[in-house]
């Protein structure tokens, strides 16, 4: 798995390298989206996670409509502010993804999709604005919710979420080996004083992990709460339910991912949904795949280039994966 959301803090890469760009957000593979996404005049695109609004920007360059989901308000303001120049070409709206069907419906927007995106995880403004509570290396409220408006903070979690459940978290969503070992330090130290700030917390998983490698012995923990709060993967499988339905035919869905549990989601949708043939054991011959919907376009998903990765490290661990739906009678 990979930790560079937190290892990449832009707060800690300005030190590294002053080229490091700052701002709300860097888009990451901007170029490869544009190439395979094709947008065009009279096209309409659904951006799910708008953020800093770099991609759509690019979409909208090109001549597309885009309606932009968030479900952070400061990113929408961001966007809004970004965006505004193109008019009525873009729409912005505070929703999850997991609910763009609905949005859409709302909208009264009844045409296909000529093609949708999703960026998924957190934006560097978020990981690096210490009163959002993501950020292990700034001191701030404990909160981690991408939503503003709703859910449990990272707080509520470790202050009441059985010592049972949190070693769960810690092991599925971070990988962390020692998940017992901080969980119960956590449930011995909520006794005393609940947990309120991302220092408080850093400090106890600090006493369990030594440090040994560069990177922070919080960083798996901080990141297992930071999913299990915005129910990242829940969202990201309820996004792929949703969305291929709400596209046109011909219409191109890309998603990059930052972490592997995110991208093992992603490729076996894309490749369970792109195969024509299914071949069981236990059946005599091959049988043509009754849920196949799209044509693969990228049997390996798409890196960032080394220019871009010097430019912006935390380009390093996107992977950016594309499929084609196809018409309904291939
Ligand atoms: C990596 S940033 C996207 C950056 C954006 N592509 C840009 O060019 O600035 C991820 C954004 O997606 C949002 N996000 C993450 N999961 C989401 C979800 N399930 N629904 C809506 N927004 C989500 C976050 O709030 C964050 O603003």
């Known amino acids: 798995m990979n930790f560079l959301d937190y290892e990449d803090l832009p707060g800690l890469t300005l ?10 957000h860097v888009p990451v593979l901007v170029d490869e989206v544009v190439a395979l996404l094709r947008p065009a005049p009279g096209m309409l695109f659904l951006d799910g996670t708008v953020g800093g609004g770099g991609h759509s920007e690019r979409l909208l360059e090109h001549g597309a409509e885009v309606i932009g989901l968030d479900q952070d308000t400061d990113a929408l303001a961001e966007a809004g502010r970004k965006l505004a120049r193109f008019g009525d070409r873009i729409r912005l709206v505070e929703s999850n993804f997991r609910d763009a069907a609905r949005v859409l419906e709302e909208l009264g927007e009844r045409r296909g999709l000529g093609g949708a995106l999703l960026d998924v995880g957190v934006s560097s403004h978020q990981l690096d604005e210490a009163s959002r509570g993501f950020a292990l290396m700034k001191d701030g409220p404990l909160d981690m919710r991408m939503s503003q408006q709703t859910g449990s903070s990272a707080a509520d979690l470790v202050n009441t979420l059985p010592v049972a459940e949190l070693v769960r978290i810690f092991r599925e969503f971070g990988e962390e080996p020692r998940a017992a070992q901080v969980a119960s330090r956590i449930a011995a130290l909520r006794t005393q004083h ?5 220092f408080d917390l850093a400090a106890a ?4 992990i030594p440090k040994t490698s560069g990177r922070h012995p919080a ?15 829940g969202a990201l499988r309820d996004g792929l339910k949703e969305i291929p339905a709400l596209l046109a035919p011909g219409a191109r869905f890309g998603i990059i991912t930052f972490h592997s549990l995110e991208d093992r989601i992603v490729k076996h949708f ?7 043939w299914i071949d069981r054991p236990e059946w005599p011959e091959p049988r043509r795949n009754p849920d196949r919907l799209f044509r693969l376009l990228t049997p390996h998903p798409i890196d960032a280039s080394v220019d871009e990765i010097r430019i912006n490290p935390r380009s390093r661990s996107a992977k950016l994966r594309v499929v084609e ?3 309904d009678n291939q």
């Open 270 to 276: 894309f490749r369970d949904r792109s195969q024509e």
């Open 325 to 327: 739906k196809l018409a």
């Open 205 to 208: 998983v600090s006493s369990v």
């Open 15 to 24: 030190e590294k390298a002053d080229n490091t760009p700052r701002g709300y």
């Open 219 to 233: 960083t798996r923990v901080f990141q297992a709460l930071r999913i299990a709060v915005n129910d990242e993967l």
């Open 194 to 198: 609940p947990f309120e700030t991302t």
